[in-house]
Nanobody
Framework: VQLQASGGGLVQAGGSLRLSCADS???????????MGWFRQAPGKEREFVAA????????YYADSVKGRFTISRENAKNTVYLQMNSLKPEDTAVYYC?????????????????WGQGTQVTVSS
């Protein structure tokens, strides 16, 4: 699994961004085996859980702070997971990371993720 995140940028409060995370690893099947998650880390803060989705795409999990504004989805045929972020707030400003979890619970715990992308910066101006 080799994860590459993209889609970050600068946006005004209330705007939207869509992050993508593609697995460029050699095995299509291995991507399907993982729970995919998004985390974020703001300067001076700990990395925090944002969202996760199971391999089937049927069970998304969200942090309370993003519920109703962010949507996680995955497209296994493209080895890609997405994070649609709407109604962005300045407090959403952070580096966003995608990660792959081989089905370790709880999905919101970053230590349960084995593979990480390089991160993409999201900046929301007020």
């Amino acid at each position: 699994v080799q994860l590459q995140a993209s889609g970050g940028g600068l946006v005004q409060a209330g705007g939207s961004l869509r992050l993508s995370c593609a697995d460029s690893g050699r095995s299509f099947n291995s991507f399907n085996s993982y729970v995919m998650g998004w985390f974020r880390q703001a300067p001076g803060k700990e990395r925090e859980f944002v969202a996760a989705i199971t391999w089937s795409g049927g069970t998304p999990y969200y942090a309370d702070s993003v519920k109703g504004r962010f949507t996680i989805s995955r497209e296994n045929a493209k080895n890609t997971v997405y994070l649609q972020m709407n109604s962005l707030k300045p407090e959403d400003t952070a580096v966003y990371y995608c990660a792959a979890n081989p089905l370790r619970w709880p999905y919101r715990h970053y230590a349960n993720y084995d593979y990480w992308g390089q991160g993409t910066q999201v900046t929301v101006s007020s």
